[in-house]
């Protein structure tokens, strides 16, 4: 199998202002997060596997690079259990199947999850070289992903896997039209059906994810794991001010399940996760929402229809 040629350039400066980073600014969440698959599960990963799907205009044909920030496993950014000793991939599907195989959007690395065609694969222990700088990814042809009709693109999957060792890799991604200089692509968006992440070490810092609610969700489940009881999670959307989901301690999968109003439908919903005082250090959490029927719900990296805010016209009328 021929695969895509791989570029690597290093920088130092901060990110660009015209930068489309994964998570996004307005997730306001430090790092995606990956541990080997030796690591206790109490550290935050549950599955020690992650999969980002980036979505791509169906009219946009340039090549795109995907950049990832910190890729190794070692040293300022990432964390450490005895001794650096962990490995981690991270490949690339496109092809039909990429995305629409069943397994491809679940939130366990079983089954056919790697489906497509691989495009790109490399791995990282630790490496000073890629410490606390960038790695590009590229370049792709966006038409080699999967085209979606219902997102009107193309779709390219990415899988973060731990391959040994037991230390927890912190990364990011930003989606670019160059392989030299972080430069955004109109239109282009990413998402997730679970989020694996790090949570700030500040107090009262909030984080957020975005999960697109459709004209056929009645009810959504949301799952949390391993969150240390480290504040509070609370659903904002159009139709509600704030209300309140259960929260995990540690090593444990809890679920909140919440109705939908008419009015949030084909809206995004806003899942915010509230540190509290004291704040608990290094806390990792894995996040997901299912609807009623047991689907995935998508966390678009940019919302869809935009950041949710509670209309007070709308939300007088209901009761949280």
């Not at 990814?137 to 896997?161: A, D, Q």
Request: aromatic share 16%; proline share 5%; net charge negative.
């Amino acid at each position: 199998m021929k695969i895509r040629i791989i570029y690597f350039f290093f920088f130092l400066f901060p990110v660009l202002a015209n930068a489309q980073p994964v998570p996004n600014i307005e997730e306001n969440i430090p790092y995606l997060m990956t541990f080997g698959p030796l690591a206790e599960t109490s550290w935050g990963d549950d599955d020690f596997s992650q999969t980002f799907f980036f979505l791509f205009p169906k009219d946009y044909e340039k090549p795109v690079f995907i950049w990832v920030f910190d890729p190794d496993v070692g040293g300022k950014v990432d964390e450490l259990a005895t001794a650096w000793d962990t490995r981690v991939s991270y490949s690339f599907y496109g092809g039909a199947g990429c995305w629409s195989d069943e397994d491809a959007q679940g939130t366990d690395p079983v089954g056919n999850y790697r489906s497509g065609n691989l495009l790109a694969t490399k791995s990282f222990g630790q490496n000073a070289r890629y410490d606390n700088n960038w790695y590009v990814f590229g370049p792709f042809n966006p038409t080699e992903g999967e085209y979606v009709e219902r997102y009107e693109g193309n779709v390219i999957k990415v899988i973060i896997e731990g391959l040994e060792g037991d230390d927890g890799n912190m990364y990011r991604f930003f989606m670019s039209t160059s392989p030299s200089e972080r430069i955004s692509i109109e239109g282009a968006n990413a998402f997730a059906y679970e989020y694996s992440f790090r949570m700030h070490n500040v107090a009262e810092q909030v984080s957020h994810i975005y999960p697109f609610v459709d004209d056929q969700t009645i009810s959504v489940r949301l799952s949390n794991f391993d969150w240390d009881s480290d504040g509070y999670i609370r659903l904002v959307s159009v139709a509600r001010k704030g209300q309140l989901s259960r929260v995990s301690t540690e090593d444990e999968w809890i679920e909140t399940e919440f109705r939908m109003y008419e009015e949030e439908k084909n809206t995004s919903l806003d899942i915010q996760f509230i540190k509290r005082k004291p704040a608990i250090r290094n806390n990792n959490v894995v996040i997901y929402v299912k609807n009623q029927y047991g689907r995935n719900l998508e966390f678009f990296t940019s919302p869809i229809g935009g950041v949710p805010k509670y209309k007070y016209s709308i939300g007088v009328k209901q009761k949280n």
